[in-house]
């Protein structure tokens, strides 16, 4: 039975929309039981399973002004997806809770549900279950499960004389978020990359497989990660600025802007590349780029020294 | 670091607080690795897991001023646990994912993080991730992971001729509710049983090991989850007023506000109680009472008519 087009979260109905949101996930063959009984089955063939969860907040981590549901959709899964990516692993299946006003329109609720089951598409996974509540803001939950084909990479191997290393677009979402904050919308390419990451998918696992000492995915800034990787590692990391060429798009916003463009990319985080260590510059997969070298001791510096500039993202 | 005793979240900040929340979490033998890193690894022995997801709302789920931290950490976990109890599981992982204003006690979060890892404990679960994050009001969301011994029991096995069973305390949290939204503090046994419900956690692997042939959890009331068994079943079920006994403070607390006690039995939620079926009395376990039929049709009749008071409660 179609909504009518206007309705509101209120008017479809738990029950009802739940149904349509149904629809909207296909189920992989792990899954011995979907979506509609107490806990949805999965059939797990690796002896194990790695799992993840976040929360994603309306006004905080997204806005509806700036992006569309299926945006947010996307995005929503896509960190926890990049989660499981930071492991060496592949995702398979997701649960997601949505808490949102009564009078939220339905159809924002299945474009976000379009959009997040596009983006799981994108690995195979498959969302196996769900809440919907009453909430005065929107809040989404998402937790992802995977698993790995070899031993998780950890945020705790890297060891002194590894290379640092980096995967996939970083600063471009930082940047696009940048340009929203002051009114534009333009380049279009980094609000794009604001509004849709695109996590390396493919490169946690290869990654891994090459030998990756220790791994993380850039959710909250390049240096802030590195600086989890150190202290979990017991290491110094150094980042050399110079390792970094400034894309276009970002050398135009940092003019615009009056900002050195490479704040976009030391502080920046939302586009979900990956931050990993290798024993040598050989073990480096190709696609990745060495940006710095860890050595004895503690703390992040950017070429040997302190970096002044913002670093990153907390939530309190 | 102990943190001040009136130290707000963000007083706390997230990486201070996360540090103290995790001392508050043990991890089994079956956790490869816990919270801290980008996911965590459990080993799985059975080759399948069971998983659910719920989310609690402030204001909606629960009162600051109804129930303690604790008592809210207990109930969030418990309906969750109760989730994979339903399935003839047990649970052994879980996720929780807490948005909040930053002005909230960081005592408040600890509180309730300790009556979540009791709650877990009972049935031997470890909490081995979460996410912390800012928000108008308090969002809780749970995910959790079990195993089953068997094949799990559905919603969907209900066969006409089979008996309708339940296991555990029935309308005790809907009574405490009641109570509690009148301003009243008492019969004390029922407050608590709404703060803190004890959803039988044995019962239902006991269930599913006795043959049950469709089981759920009662959190939004008995005849709305017989309608729900009903549906998936393609039956229809028929629940006898006479079964249940009504307690001595349901009986009370019907007098004081007026109401039939029956209805706290058939309309309230919130006890986690197990409805189940079974292919003959002789098949239903010792403390289950049979409370009703299944045969061939459809809808929840009571005593083979409709039955016009509360019948559960919907989130929009």
Same mark, same amino acid.
């Given at each position: ?37 107490? *806990? #949805? ?5 690796? $002896?194990?399973?790695?799992? &993840?969860?976040?929360?994603? !907040? @309306? +006004? ?112 471009? *979402? #930082? ?5 929203? $904050?002051?009114?534009?919308? &333009?380049?279009?390419?980094? !609000? @794009? +990359? ?123």
């Amino acid at each position: 039975m179609p909504l009518p087009p206007d309705a509101s979260l209120s008017d479809a109905g738990e029950f009802g929309l739940i149904a349509e949101l149904e629809t909207l996930f296909p189920q992989g063959e792990h899954v011995l039981v979907g979506p509609g009984d107490d *806990a #949805a089955v999965l059939r797990i063939r690796n $002896g194990h399973v790695v799992v &993840s969860t976040d929360l994603m !907040v @309306e +006004a905080r981590h997204f806005r509806r002004d700036w992006a569309s549901a299926e945006d947010v959709g996307h995005r929503a899964a896509a960190q926890n997806l990049s989660d499981i990516n930071a492991m060496g692993g592949t995702a398979h299946s997701l649960t997601v809770g949505l808490a949102a006003p009564a009078d939220l329109p339905a159809q924002w609720a299945l474009d976000f549900a379009r959009g997040f089951a596009e983006e799981c598409a994108l690995v195979g996974a498959s969302v196996v279950g769900g809440d919907l509540t009453r909430a005065d803001e929107i809040v989404i939950a998402v937790t992802v499960l995977g698993s790995c084909t070899q031993a998780p990479v950890l945020r705790s191997g890297a060891q002194p004389g590894d290379v640092l290393a980096l995967h996939g677009r970083q600063g471009w *979402a #930082a940047g696009g978020l940048a340009v929203l $904050g002051r009114g534009f919308r &333009s380049p279009r390419v980094l !609000v @794009e +990359a604001y509004r849709r990451p695109e996590p390396p998918y493919a490169a946690g696992r290869l990654a891994a497989e090459a030998g990756a000492t220790a791994m993380i995915d850039i959710s909250d800034g390049l240096l802030a990660e590195a600086r989890h990787l150190a202290e979990e590692s017991g290491v110094a990391i150094d980042v050399r600025r110079g390792a970094f060429a400034v894309p276009e798009p970002l050398q135009a916003v940092g003019a615009a802007l009056g900002a050195d463009p490479l704040q976009f990319i030391l502080g920046g985080g939302d586009d979900h590349a990956l931050l990993a260590t290798f024993t040598s510059v050989a073990d480096v997969p190709d696609g990745w780029q060495v940006v710095g070298e860890v050595a004895e001791g503690e703390g992040v510096t950017v070429d040997g020294g302190d970096y002044e500039g913002p670093t990153g993202w907390t939530h309190f």
